[in-house]
């Protein structure tokens, strides 16, 4: 059982920035991917962004390519969610989501084993 823990959310005045982090409970290994999705009052839960831990790989939603990026820390059961030039459409829960089978469908919610528990992102205009 793998557990996933969210942070860095929280307020912010629209054109700003955070950096969310997602904490793995075990050690990740090459055949893992992590994600972020969110999802916003009354909407689906949505793809954000998603990193293969073993290439290094990154994908993001057309909705925030250019502003958001995700990444990995060197220990790899870390991955960050920059996120910057925040509007009210950033608004959401944002949920890290990881899968230890190698799967290559990132995009695709069903993909992902386990899921943290969310952080509240509110851009404020």
């Known amino acids: 059982q793998v557990q996933l823990v969210e942070s860095g959310g929280g307020l912010v005045q629209a054109g700003g920035s955070l950096r969310l982090s997602c904490v793995a409970s075990?050690?990740?290994?090459?055949?893992?991917?992590m994600g972020w999705f969110r999802q916003a009052p009354g909407k689906e839960r949505e793809f954000v962004a998603a990193?293969?831990?073993?290439?290094?790989?990154?994908y993001s939603a057309d909705s925030v390519k250019g502003r958001f990026t995700i990444s990995r820390a060197n220990t790899k059961n870390t991955v960050y969610l920059q996120m910057n030039i925040l509007n009210s459409e950033d608004t959401a829960v944002y949920y890290c989501?990881?899968?230890?089978?190698?799967?290559?469908?990132?995009?695709?919610?069903?993909?992902?084993?386990?899921w943290g528990q969310g952080t509240q992102v509110t851009v404020s205009s």
């Open positions: 989501a990881a899968t230890p089978f190698g799967r290559t469908r990132l995009q695709v919610e069903r993909e992902y084993d386990y």
């Open positions: 075990v050690r990740t290994s090459s055949s893992f991917a």
């Open positions: 990193i293969s831990l073993s290439s290094g790989n990154t």
